[in-house]
């Protein structure tokens, strides 16, 4: 979750991502490392034309052709407070914007509901420029993330950090004003405190829709806010699926988590309740090479 060329480390509770909790242990043999172009020789662009979108356009549950859910209370990886439901309450529509909504009510072991809408089976994408305009939640213990995942486990030991994530945007509700970005892999991630990560201030991120996107391609992976290029990743020569698992489908995750291992670190503010991340549209564009 779930921030040029900013590749600072940060500590454990500043980037706690939102890994999968109960994800595949299979052994996997890794594939014969691919040859890579040097990015110097091959020029790369995306469409104008979105290949996936939702623009929200209706009203009642998300698109089920689109959206699929993660439903638990077990944490997540990361002490998560929230329950995921598949519940109305929670993931809606209505007036062209998608509200994914927390709850201050017990469900299951939880004290608090949300949801966490994925694209897995129904939206999966090897590179392409990805577009979430999004308002953030208000409050402290609050978690919003716009982030991406492997759609299956093809690399290591271990589903998580071995076949990466990549978080387009991830919040904290004590830091109102601050966005992250962050790129975990098995070499790169927060529990060794080497991710590639970076933060761009957003002043009115709470109260205003900002343009939170993502350019992957073979070469390099941008992070991007309102068309400001904050944090660049680009791939060196000798790296492996360790440090560059990104040559395989991801798929989206939109979620709202409340407290938890980051989102917590300050304490839960239950007057806050309910509150919501809002997002008025989802685009999706290929990746063209030139």
């Known amino acids: 979750m779930k921030t040029l060329l900013l590749l600072a480390g940060f500590g454990l509770f500043a980037f706690a991502s939102c890994k999968p909790a109960d994800s595949p242990q299979a052994v996997v043999t890794p594939p014969t490392p691919i040859s890579v172009t040097p990015a110097a020789a091959v020029t790369y662009s995306f469409g104008t034309t979105p290949l996936w979108?939702?623009?929200?356009?209706?009203?009642?549950?998300?698109?089920?052709?689109?959206?699929?859910?993660?439903?638990?209370?077990?944490?997540?990886?990361?002490?998560?407070?929230?329950?995921?439901?598949?519940?109305?309450?929670?993931?809606?529509?209505?007036?062209?914007?998608l509200s994914i909504e927390a709850l201050r009510e017990n469900v299951g072991s939880q004290r608090y509901s949300s949801a966490r809408l994925v694209t897995k089976g129904k939206g999966e994408w090897l590179y392409g420029r990805y577009e979430i305009r999004a308002k953030l939640p208000e409050g402290r213990g609050?978690?919003?993330?716009?982030?991406?995942?492997?759609?299956?486990?093809?690399?290591?030991?271990?589903?998580?950090?071995?076949?990466?994530?990549?978080?387009?945007?991830?919040?904290?509700?004590?830091?109102?004003?601050?966005?992250?970005?962050?790129?975990?892999?098995?070499?790169?991630?927060?529990?060794?405190?080497t991710q590639k990560t970076a933060t761009q201030r957003v002043n009115t991120a709470l109260t205003a829709f900002h343009t939170y996107a993502l350019e992957w391609d073979p070469?390099?992976?941008?992070?991007?806010?309102?068309?400001?290029?904050?944090?660049?990743?680009?791939?060196?020569?000798?790296?492996?699926?360790?440090?560059?698992?990104?040559?395989?489908?991801?798929?989206?995750?939109?979620?709202?988590?409340?407290?938890?291992?980051?989102?917590?670190?300050?304490?839960?503010?239950?007057?806050?309740?309910?509150?919501?991340?809002?997002?008025?549209?989802?685009?999706?564009?290929?990746?063209?090479?030139?």
């Open 53 to 97: 979108q939702d623009e929200f356009s209706y009203t009642g549950l998300p698109d089920s052709t689109k959206w699929g859910y993660d439903v638990g209370g077990s944490g997540w990886g990361n002490h998560e407070l929230e329950y995921y439901t598949k519940n109305l309450k929670n993931a809606h529509v209505e007036n062209g914007i």
């Open 142 to 193: 609050t978690w919003p993330a716009i982030w991406m995942l492997a759609s299956k486990q093809t690399y290591g030991t271990q589903y998580w950090p071995d076949n990466g994530e990549i978080d387009i945007m991830e919040h904290v509700g004590y830091d109102p004003t601050v966005v992250h970005g962050s790129m975990h892999t098995k070499t790169f991630n927060f529990t060794i405190n």
């Open 219 to 290: 070469d390099k992976i941008k992070f991007i806010i309102d068309e400001d290029v904050y944090l660049e990743v680009a791939r060196e020569s000798n790296w492996n699926w360790d440090r560059w698992p990104f040559d395989q489908k991801f798929h989206l995750l939109l979620n709202l988590a409340v407290g938890g291992d980051w989102g917590g670190a300050k304490g839960v503010d239950d007057s806050i309740f309910p509150c919501k991340m809002e997002v008025d549209y989802v685009r999706v564009y290929p990746l063209v090479k030139k």
